[in-house]
Every structure is written in C-alpha cells, then in structure tokens.
C-alpha cells in the first residue's frame, strides 16, 4: 500500500515535468517506468525510492542510487536528470543497452525483491515485539506498584 501510495506520488510529480510514469505493483514494492519504453525503472518499498545511475561496478553489478519517499518532487528531478542522459534529452528512447531491466521480471529479481520485502517485514515485526514487550513490562510494573500501595497502607 505505501510502495504504491509513492510510487503513484512519483509518477504525478514525473508528470508535472512533462515525463510519463507507469506504476506497476506487487510483493510488497511497486515500480514506475519511467517514458514510453521505461528507459529509466524506479523502484520503492514505500520508504525509498531506487533506480539504476547506468554505472557497473568492477565487479559487474548495476550501482543504484536512492531518493527518499518522502520527497517525491526531489525525486522526480533527479529521475529526470537521469531521464535525459539515458535518452540523450530527446525523449525519444534510451541509448543501446543503456536501458533496466523491466517488468515481467526474470526469477533472479524476484527472489531479491522478496528477500528485500521478508527483511523488512521482520525488522518490523522485531521492533513490534520490543514495543510490546516494554508495553507489558510498564504494565507489569504499575500493577505491581498499585498492589504495594495496597500492601503498604494500615488495614482499618
């Protein structure tokens, strides 16, 4: 719900500079093609927001840069930046080899994507459980504390 509530503020504030965004969404991500051949993929868990800065590492892999969800209109500019180095500024298509990989994705990303999507989920179920935990502890204490008072005070 998150990923798709940014990917669709992405995609709006895309079109505020005159570039077209498709959200597409599931496993817990949602993802924005960006142009009429998605020269440009922006990825988001809700939080951030990713996408290829067409750079390889020496060790082959693609380099992504981040945008927070929370500013969609930085985003949108640094995505347009990208946007017309992939295509030159003509808006016309990107450069040969030069554009994602898109939808349907093949097994090897969707496993990532799940990976991705399980750790989160756990992080949040492992900080629900300390709030809960400290929430029983507090309850814990004032029960014991109302039952001392009681102990406490002279019997009439």
Known sequence: MAARRAALGLAEQLALRGLSGE?????????????ARADVVVWTN?????????RVSESGRRIYT?????????AARRVDQRYR?????SGL???????????????RSL???????MTETIAKA????????????????LRERACNRR???PEA
């Not at 809700?46 to 067409?54: A, P, S």
Request: net charge negative; aromatic share 10%; proline share 4%.
């Open 126 to 141: 492992r900080a629900l459980l300390q709030r809960m935990t400290a929430r029983a502890r507090a309850e814990r204490e």
């Open 46 to 54: 809700g939080t951030l927001f990713r996408w290829w800065t067409g």
């Open 66 to 74: 981040y945008g927070v969800a929370d500013s969609p209109a930085t």
């Open 93 to 107: 298509g990107g450069e040969a080899g030069m554009r994602e990989p898109g939808w349907p994705l093949d097994e």
């Open 85 to 89: 180095q992939v295509t030159g500024g």
């Open 151 to 153: 102990l406490e005070q």
């Open 111 to 117: 496993e990532a994507i799940r990976h991705v999507t």
């Open 23 to 35: 959200v597409h969404e599931g496993f817990g991500v949602a993802v924005v093609w960006v142009g």
